[in-house]
């Protein structure tokens, strides 16, 4: 009922840029927050940046001045722009989605991921 389509992964030198996007849709009666966690190969899934309904953010330290999350309302899109990428960027990015069924409780939800290769 809840879908997350994501795009923008691919392949770059260390130093360049990438965005990626992320856009909901379904039966979502409110979007609490959207946004980002990557999972290197041999590690744990890790938070990236969240961005909540208020307008609050929550970076990583590691992506902190480097990476920036947006979001559009009227799309349910959030966007990440990840800038000065390093091979230790290299993950799979997973979007994140905080969701309220009307009348009913809040939801966690991700998307199937996609690839973020930073070249050295």
């Known amino acids: 009922q809840v879908q997350l389509v994501e795009s923008g992964g691919g392949l770059v030198q260390a130093g360049g840029s990438l965005r990626l996007s992320c856009a909901a849709s379904?039966?979502?009666?409110?979007?609490?927050?959207m946004g980002w966690y990557r999972q290197a190969p041999g590690k744990q899934r890790e938070l990236v940046a969240v961005?909540?309904?208020?307008?609050?953010?929550n970076y990583a330290d590691s992506v902190k001045g480097r990476f920036t999350i947006s979001r559009d309302n009227a799309k349910n899109t959030v966007y990440l722009q990840m800038n000065s990428l390093t091979p230790e960027d290299t993950a799979v990015y997973y979007c994140?989605?905080?969701?309220?069924?009307?009348?009913?409780?809040?939801?966690?939800?991700w998307g199937q991921g996609t690839q973020v290769t930073v070249s050295s």
């Open positions: 379904g039966s979502i009666f409110r979007i609490n927050a």
């Open positions: 961005l909540s309904s208020g307008g609050s953010t």
């Open positions: 994140y989605l905080n969701w309220k069924r009307f009348g009913g409780p809040n939801y966690d939800y």
